[in-house]
């Protein structure tokens, strides 16, 4: 898998969709970008008409998930879910009894997500002083959302980003931060 990553960081791949050379990576599937928002809009991910996916409890009142896992209002409520964090474009929240937040980030070799790390963090900070869960999520729950949840255990707990990801692992064994998230969290040690 890591040959896989390392292939596509020496060299653009083709859109699985419309064969065009793009060095981004959204969700870990080659999609350009333009066809990435078109897949966003035909799926209109913003409806609640997926089915849900139970998100993972991960640490301090953080589940992790997919944009699946916010679409089932009695279930959010059931795990006291009270704010959401939205990592990505063309997802919006659904229900006005919860407290949102979205940063629109690429999953992408080119994305910056050090610049969006203190706003989420704050986020996160700002539901547990309400006594309330979030839930972290993207679109597949694979590396941004990852990403963001790794930054702040590593910023809590004062840990390095193998044993920060080593705990959301164990969480959420589907995690796979993209190569440039996992460098810009390493830098943030």
Do not use: W
């Not at 937040?101 to 704050?122: C, F, G, P, R, V």
């Not at 809590?156 to 705990?167: Q, R």
């Not at 190569?179 to 390493?186: A, D, G, K, M, V």
């Amino acid at each position: 898998m890591e040959n896989d990553i390392k292939i596509f960081e020496e060299s653009p791949m083709n859109c699985v969709n419309c064969q065009k050379k793009s060095n981004k990576i959204y969700d870990n599937i080659s999609l350009c970008e333009i066809c990435y928002q078109i897949n966003i809009q035909q799926l209109n991910l913003s409806n609640a008409n997926l089915k849900y996916e139970p998100p993972n409890y991960i640490i301090d009142n953080i589940y992790l998930g997919s944009q699946k896992s916010g679409v089932d209002i009695n279930k959010l409520f059931e795990l006291n879910i009270r704010y959401i964090l939205i990592l990505g474009k063309g997802m919006n929240g659904n229900f006005d009894q919860i407290i949102y937040k979205t940063i629109e980030i690429d999953d992408s070799l080119e994305q910056n997500i050090s610049n969006y790390i203190k706003e989420a963090l704050n986020f996160i900070v700002e539901s547990q002083k309400n006594n309330s869960n979030i839930l972290v999520h993207c679109v597949s729950g694979i590396s941004r959302s990852a990403s963001i949840v790794i930054a702040y255990i590593m910023d809590k707990y004062k840990i390095n980003y193998d044993e920060a990801f080593s705990c959301v692992k164990t969480k959420r064994p589907t995690i796979r931060p993209n190569t440039n998230f996992i460098e810009q969290l390493n830098n943030l040690q």
